[in-house]
């Protein structure tokens, strides 16, 4: 059974400071991983999505990668703003033939100016 | 694309009442996707749809769910005889097919309450 692991829970960073947050998980077998930020009450927006063939994906000043050997994802914020505080989702799809994402429980950042 | 899109935003109910959740998915994707969220968690898989065919259910997805999308286009899930155990955020999603990896766009979610 496939489980997704985010760790850590919550972090905190001031303006300007370079993250990582980290998403693992238990079968190697995955189609793809696609990472997600959510604000509070609100539904999910798609940040980058990496096929299980890629090592990474960038986007601005995102940078997300995989290692699916060892069943682990990153996602690289650079020059984090106050802007980028929110809940940050992981999740992974088995195969093209099943609809189903499984997610992490999520990494709430908060960037203080 | 105006995106995905969910009504009601918000919905209380009292206990044992039936409530129904509509999604208007981005036109032109084939597939739509429905999730539950509770308080921090992260989303569960309830059902998706390719086109009009309800191609997999989660076995959360109780008797007392059912969820339809009869013309391929938007998609409804209804709840009989809520619980408390059913608030929670419903999620909405849709996706293109092979020609975009399959990823998926999240609508604004329906905020669930049952008193």
């Known amino acids: 059974k496939q489980e997704v692991t985010q760790i850590p829970a919550a972090l905190s960073v001031p303006e300007g400071e370079n993250l990582v947050l980290n998403c693992s998980f238990t079968?190697?077998?995955?189609?793809?991983l696609q990472w997600f930020r959510q604000d509070p009450g609100k539904g999910l927006t798609s940040l980058l999505l990496?096929?299980?063939?890629?090592r990474e994906q960038t986007s601005g000043r995102l940078n997300a990668s995989l290692d699916k050997s060892s069943g682990r994802s990153t996602l690289y914020i650079a020059a984090s703003q106050p802007g980028d505080s929110a809940t940050y989702l992981c999740?992974?799809?088995?195969?093209?033939?099943?609809?189903?994402?499984?997610f992490g429980q999520g990494t709430t950042l908060q960037v203080k100016p | 694309d105006t995106g995905v899109s969910q009504d009601p935003r918000h919905k209380i109910t009292k206990r044992g009442q039936n409530v129904t959740f509509r999604c208007d998915p981005i036109?032109?994707?084939?597939?739509l996707y429905w999730y539950r969220q509770t308080l921090g968690q992260g989303p569960e898989f309830l059902t998706y749809?390719?086109?009009?065919?309800?191609?997999?259910k989660s076995r959360l997805l109780s008797d007392r769910f059912s969820a339809e999308r009869p013309k391929g286009s938007f998609s409804t899930l209804e709840i009989q005889r809520t619980e408390q155990g059913d608030s929670a955020m419903y999620l909405c999603?849709?996706?293109?097919?092979?020609?975009?990896?399959?990823?998926?766009?999240f609508g604004p979610g329906t905020r669930l309450t049952v008193t």
């Open positions: 079968d190697s077998a995955i189609y793809n």
């Open positions: 749809f390719q086109n009009e065919a309800q191609l997999e």
């Open positions: 999603a849709s996706s293109l097919g092979d020609r975009n990896l399959y990823e998926q766009y």
């Open positions: 990496i096929q299980s063939s890629q």
């Open positions: 999740a992974v799809r088995r195969s093209s033939n099943t609809g189903k994402l499984i």
């Open positions: 036109s032109e994707h084939n597939r």
